[in-house]
């Protein structure tokens, strides 16, 4: 079973920057795909970005440009750097982590005010 704690959430104001990390403990060794989805207020969860343990990434259409996602093996750590953002990017982001069961972090709320 994966734990995983996020943390760097927080309110921000339009065009400013924020970093997420996901720190994952607990049969760590079977990780592949890490990764972050959000979920808005009356919306559905959608898939924001992804790593493998290769360092192969995938993105949101909507994130590209803008959000950058990292991973440190030796840390078992997960990055989301968000710059630019937009009040449309106001949600709960959660953290995954397949192993190979998807495992999920509790959620940190981020906030963008326009």
């Known amino acids: 079973q994966v734990q995983l704690v996020e943390s760097g959430g927080g309110l921000v104001q339009a065009g400013g920057s924020l970093t997420l990390s996901c720190a994952a403990s607990g049969g760590i060794f079977s990780i592949n795909h890490m990764g972050w989805y959000r979920q808005a207020p009356g919306k559905q969860r959608e898939l924001v970005a992804s790593?493998?343990?290769?360092?192969?990434?995938s993105y949101a259409d909507s994130v590209k440009g803008r959000f950058t996602i990292s991973r440190d093996n030796a840390k078992n750590t997960v990055y989301l750097q968000m710059n630019s953002l937009k009040p449309e990017d106001t949600a709960v982001y959660y953290c995954?982590?397949?192993?190979?069961?998807?495992?999920w972090g509790h959620g940190t709320q981020v906030t963008v005010s326009s």
């Open positions: 790593i493998t343990r290769g360092g192969r990434t």
């Open positions: 995954f982590a397949d192993a190979p069961n998807r495992n």
